[in-house]
T-cell receptor
Framework: DAKTTQPTSMDCAEGRAANLPCNHS???????VYWYRQIHSQGPQYIIH???NNETNEMASLIITEDRKSSTLILPHATLRDTAVYYC??????????????FGRGTSLIVHP | IAGITQAPTSQILAAGRRMTLRCTQD?????MYWYRQDLGLGLRLIHY???????GKGEVPDGYSVSRANTDDFPLTLASAVPSQTSVYFC????????????FGPGTRLTVL
């Protein structure tokens, strides 16, 4: 099962880009990388996902290295409301061939004025 | 469209009592999940269901049971609550297991005394 490693915490100045790294060196060829975030006391919220190409949506950009062993989530212009815990996950194969996403401890991002 | 609802929002429960946490989704998603979240430990999967009529064990299933009688509902039961089950419980759903985006409910805060 592919595991992820993320820094425990990071901080960023408001208006600057926040770059959140994730290491997934044991990822399999058909496993996707997903990013979620959790604002205090709320349920996690989907941000973005990708397989091997870089992805961008209205919330963020996802950069995946060519060897797929790591990725970076980029919030281009961080705001105070982006303060949250950010989770990087990959699919985990369960019995019977089903795939269950597993969340680690994530990165606590603090955006300061 | 409500998405995913959970009930109750919070509950204080005496040890040894039976408790059922309710989860309902109106998105016709096949897969549903239960996670618990404890301070410093991130989200841990308790049980999951890839489709109505089937369930599976996650990372921390002991002391919990689930059922999936239909597509919309996925109740989580604590047969005899213990203080270590004090946690915040999140229900989630996705169109199918693993690869697809998960949508989370608002959570249930449970305290077992």
């Amino acid at each position: 099962d592919a595991k992820t490693t993320q820094p425990t915490s990071m901080d960023c100045a408001e208006g600057r880009a926040a770059n959140l790294p994730c290491n997934h060196s044991t990822i399999s060829g058909n496993e996707y990388v997903y990013w979620y975030r959790q604002i205090h006391s709320q349920g996690p919220q989907y941000i973005i996902h990708g397989l091997k190409n870089n992805e961008t949506n209205e919330m963020a950009s996802l950069i995946i290295t060519e060897d797929r062993k790591s990725s970076t989530l980029i919030l281009p212009h961080a705001t105070l409301r982006d303060t949250a815990v950010y989770y990087c996950i990959v699919r985990v194969a369960a019995s019977g061939g089903s795939y269950i996403p597993t969340f680690g401890r994530g990165t606590s991002l603090i955006v300061h004025p | 469209i409500a998405g995913i609802t959970q009930a109750p929002t919070s509950q204080i429960l005496a040890a040894g009592r039976r408790m059922t946490l309710r989860c309902t989704q109106d998105m016709r998603h096949n897969a549903m999940y239960w996670y618990r979240q404890d301070l410093g430990l991130g989200l841990r999967l308790i049980h999951y269901s890839n489709t109505a009529g089937t369930t599976g064990k996650g990372e921390v299933p002991d002391g919990y049971s689930v059922s999936r009688a239909n597509t919309d509902d996925f109740p989580l039961t604590l047969a005899s609550a213990v203080p270590s089950q004090t946690s915040v419980y999140f229900c989630a759903s996705s169109t199918s297991g693993g690869r697809n985006t998960q949508y989370f409910g608002p959570g249930t805060r449970l305290t077992v005394l």
